[in-house]
């Protein structure tokens, strides 16, 4: 599914009688979601949704790898990456 699909989804099911107001409120929630995991305190950066699951800011420590092609070590720098762990909900509903 991709955003189109989803807003058109949206629509349909919910409240929102237009695409165009249903694309707004995808904006919004998508905005929230943004704003909340990248700014604050690391333990804030947790956004618990009951129904669907959690998303959580973590940071990947930096770590020597390896090219696969050549076989030289490799310096791979820390980063910044968004996890999803599902809910028990979604995960009953599969």
Request: net charge positive; glycine share 8%.
């Amino acid at each position: 599914m991709n955003k189109a699909e989803l807003i058109d989804s949206i629509a349909k099911l919910g409240k929102y009688g237009t695409k165009a107001d249903a694309s707004r409120a995808y904006d919004y929630v998508a905005a929230a979601l943004v704003d909340r995991l990248s700014k604050g305190k690391d333990k804030e950066r947790v956004i618990r949704l009951p129904e669907l699951g959690t998303f959580q800011m973590k940071i990947r420590k930096a770590r020597t790898g390896r090219n696969p092609q050549t076989g030289k070590s490799i310096k791979i720098s820390a980063k910044k990456t968004v996890t999803f762990r599902a809910g028990k909900s979604l995960k009953d509903s599969l």
